[in-house]
C-alpha cells in the first residue's frame, strides 16, 4: 500500500511539473493556428499556418497596442519584437529569445515549435503565468506569398480568453474579438496530459506489489 501511494504521489508530481498549463490548440482561421505550452521554467510556441509566407502572433494584447510582445516567423528565424503602434511594422528586440526546435513543412503547411524561457528579464517580453487564466492573443500573416513583412491585409484578428481555462470538461472562456472581416477563433483542450498517464502505467505496474 504504501508503494502505490508513493508512487502515486510520484507520477502526480511528474505531470505537474512536465507541464504547468497549455491553450490547447487556437484556431485562429481556417489556415492558421497556434498552440503555448508553460511549464515553470519555460515556454513553447507552436504555429501551424501556410508554408509560403510571415506568420505572425501577439500575446496578452487585443490590438497592436505600443510596448507589447510579439514574434513573427519570417522564413528563417522565429524573431523577437513588440509592437511600436497600429500599422506599423512591430520592432525588433534587442535581445533574440526564442529558438526554433522544429521547422517542417507538408503539402503547403509549415509547423514551427519554437521555445524560450518563461521569464526572459527583458521588459519587452511577456512574463507568461505560471497557473491559467484568461488572456488575449492576436494574430496576422501576409497578404500574399512571400516572406518580406509588408501587409497582412485581412488576414489578422483577435482572440480573447475570458475566464480561466477549465481543468477537466468542456472547453470554455474563449471569445472572439468583433474585427472586420470577423475572423474566427475556437480552443480546444490538448489531449497531451490525458494521454501521459496511460504511458506511464505499463511501466509503474511491475513495481506495484
Known amino acids: 500500500m504504501r508503494k502505490i501511494t508513493l508512487l502515486t504521489f510520484m507520477l502526480t508530481s511528474f505531470?505537474?511539473?512536465s507541464q504547468t498549463w497549455?491553450?490547447?490548440?487556437?484556431?485562429?482561421n481556417g489556415s492558421y493556428s497556434g498552440?503555448?505550452?508553460?511549464t515553470s521554467s519555460t515556454v513553447t510556441l507552436t504555429l501551424i499556418g501556410p508554408d509560403d509566407r510571415w506568420l505572425g502572433m501577439g500575446f496578452n494584447v487585443t490590438c497592436m497596442f505600443s510596448g507589447n510582445d510579439a514574434v513573427i516567423f519570417d522564413g528563417t528565424n522565429l524573431t523577437d519584437r513588440n509592437y511600436v503602434g497600429i500599422g506599423s511594422l512591430p520592432a525588433l528586440d534587442t535581445n533574440q529569445d526564442w529558438s526554433i526546435m522544429s521547422n517542417t513543412t507538408n503539402s503547403g503547411v509549415r509547423t514551427l515549435v519554437a521555445t524560450r524561457n518563461r521569464v526572459t528579464g527583458d521588459?519587452?517580453?511577456?512574463?507568461?503565468p505560471t497557473s491559467e487564466g484568461g488572456m488575449n492573443f492576436i494574430w496576422a500573416y501576409r497578404s500574399a506569398a512571400g516572406f518580406s513583412i509588408t501587409s497582412h491585409g485581412g488576414n489578422r484578428g483577435s482572440v480573447a480568453s475570458t475566464a480561466p481555462l477549465p481543468s477537466t470538461g468542456s472547453?470554455?472562456?474563449?471569445?472572439t474579438l468583433p474585427i472586420i472581416p470577423s475572423p474566427t477563433?475556437?480552443?480546444?483542450r490538448s489531449p497531451a496530459l490525458l494521454t501521459l498517464i496511460p504511458s506511464l502505467i505499463p511501466a509503474l505496474e511491475p513495481r506495484i506489489t
Open 15 to 17: 505531470i505537474m511539473f
Open 22 to 28: 497549455s491553450t490547447g490548440v487556437i484556431n485562429f
Open 35 to 38: 498552440q503555448l505550452d508553460v
Open 123 to 128: 521588459s519587452n517580453d511577456f512574463e507568461f
Open 171 to 175: 472547453p470554455s472562456g474563449f471569445t
Open 185 to 188: 477563433g475556437v480552443l480546444r
